[in-house]
């Protein structure tokens, strides 16, 4: 079974705090993605890596950052957190042959404050 | 791009059924389906590639029509455990390897 794990369920940072959400799956998938969830938005892509220090930019990257130094992990980086990045940050994982077929973590509900 | 979903909410009672509808004002290539349940992470159900594709998941089945830009899942004879936020899809390589997901729709199964 793919696994893909986040480091925390919950987390709680004041404005200007810088943020780390980690982000490890252990199927050797290929590509990574990063997604927040807000009510009534659905789920909207952050950034994405397809290869170990890859990036590219999904709909919504201002105010993010990503890092891929491993296969296995993805990490997300809020630099100054402020409140409008209150969410629920979901990873995701998928092989490059079915991409849209991604298997995603638990969520981190972070809350900015 | 992202593509609008409807309704945003249905309630049921087991053993109804309930179709959830996706569409996009630009061209989608593909439609892939996702179940949230609630408190969990989004699980893959189908894709579909080909207007006109029709796929089965259980009692739960989809269809694409290309040319008008929309899909459609279709539950049938829905069970409590149907219940979850459904959220269609698209993207990939004709998107620039972008994945847009829908706003979702949010499905309760009442006995």
């Known amino acids: 079974d793919v696994k893909v794990t986040q480091s925390s369920r919950y987390l709680v940072k004041r404005t200007g705090e810088k943020v780390f959400l980690e982000c490890v799956q252990d199927?050797?998938?290929?590509?990574m993605f990063w997604y927040r969830q807000d009510p009534g938005l659905g789920l909207r892509l952050i950034y994405f890596?397809?290869?170990?220090?890859?990036?590219e930019k999904g709909d919504i990257p201002e105010g993010y950052s990503v890092s891929r130094e491993k296969k296995e992990r993805f990490s997300l980086i809020l630099e100054s957190a402020s409140t409008n990045q209150t969410s629920m940050y979901l990873c995701?994982?998928?092989?490059?042959?079915?991409?849209?077929?991604?298997?995603f973590g638990p969520g981190t509900r972070l809350t900015v404050t | 791009q992202q593509p609008v979903q409807s309704p945003q909410a249905v309630i049921l009672r087991e053993g109804e059924d309930a179709v959830i509808n996706c569409s996009s004002s630009?061209?989608?290539?593909?439609v892939h389906w996702y179940r949230q349940k609630h408190g969990e992470a989004p699980v893959f159900l189908m894709i579909?590639?080909?207007?006109?594709e029709q796929k089965g998941h259980e009692k739960i089945s989809a269809s694409f029509n290309e040319k008008k830009q929309q899909s459609s899942l279709y539950l049938t004879a829905s069970q409590l455990s149907y219940s979850g936020t459904y959220f269609c899809?698209?993207?990939?390589?004709?998107?620039?390897?972008?994945?847009?997901f829908g706003t979702g729709t949010s499905l309760t199964v009442i006995p």
């Open positions: 579909l590639l080909k207007g006109g």
């Open positions: 995701a994982s998928s092989l490059p042959q079915a991409a849209h077929e991604q298997y």
């Open positions: 630009k061209a989608l290539y593909s």
């Open positions: 890596s397809y290869d170990v220090k890859m990036k």
């Open positions: 199927m050797d998938h290929e590509n």
């Open positions: 899809g698209t993207g990939g390589v004709n998107t620039g390897n972008q994945f847009y």
